[in-house]
């Protein structure tokens, strides 16, 4: 399998950043971190090991990212309106550079990305797929929050709102985003075993949202012996892969 390490300086965040890339050939698919979690997480915890088949086919290629979560969401020394806005420029960071990165690796295809993450990366596949329908088509969102008062308790402002799935999808009427959406491949899993009792409330709640729009999505409840942790994770993304692939 072919791995590569790039590192470069973001101008957007004013820091250096790092990634990998996993495989040659393939749908592109961004792989955000747990909690505060590197580029190299998905590696070190095994998860690019259960996905080797499919990089090895060239039926997806793998791309990395380092989390900012330590200087946003779980920054608990600052505001929450602070907190939000070094998402938003971290979002800025993913959108100016590094999905043109992507893009130029890919040589120029327009093709759109998958999105997947697990608990904290879980709620960033998700936000981040639902805000940038141009830039997503498969979501595989596992064992995530879908909203932000763990991080931010009851203050909200313009930057949480339209950061939190379970905030802005209820209002939302724009075809555009709504249209992307509906022709989109949507998975939402988590199971109901320890340490998933916010996830899977929170799961049950996205669902019932995208019902109510009429967007298509498999959202996949797992046994009361599935646990918020790795081994599970590893059993849930190849799984769900093989399905979009």
């Given at each position: ?87 938003q420029v971290f979002d800025r960071y993913f959108m100016e ?149």
């Amino acid at each position: 399998m072919n791995i590569e390490y790039h590192k470069w300086y973001s101008n957007n965040l004013g820091r250096d950043m790092e990634l990998k890339v996993y495989g040659n050939y393939g749908k592109p698919m961004v792989i955000f971190p747990a909690q505060g979690g590197r580029f190299y997480e998905f590696e070190d915890f095994g998860m690019l090991g259960v996905i080797q088949p499919f990089i090895d086919a060239g039926r997806v290629k793998v791309f990395t990212l380092d989390s900012v979560d330590r200087e946003s969401w779980a920054n608990w020394s600052i505001h929450p309106a602070d907190r939000a806005n070094r998402h938003q420029v971290f979002d800025r960071y993913f959108m100016e550079e590094y999905v043109p990165f992507i893009r130029n690796h890919c040589a120029g295809s327009p093709q759109k990305f998958i999105s997947t993450g697990v608990s904290m990366g879980g709620y960033h596949s998700c936000n981040f797929f639902f805000r940038h329908p141009d830039v997503f088509d498969v979501l595989i969102a596992l064992s995530g929050v879908y909203k932000l008062d763990r991080f931010v308790g009851d203050y909200t402002d313009h930057n949480i709102y339209f950061n939190e799935p379970l905030s802005y999808l209820p209002n939302l009427t724009d075809p555009w985003y709504l249209d992307q959406y509906r022709q989109s491949k949507i998975i939402i899993c988590c199971g109901q075993g320890a340490w998933e009792d916010e996830m899977l409330a929170d799961t049950l709640e996205i669902k019932h949202v995208l019902e109510s729009k009429g967007i298509p999505a498999w959202v996949d409840i797992w046994g009361n012996d599935v646990n918020h942790d790795w081994p599970w994770w590893k059993k849930m993304l190849p799984y769900f892969l093989d399905k979009v692939l």
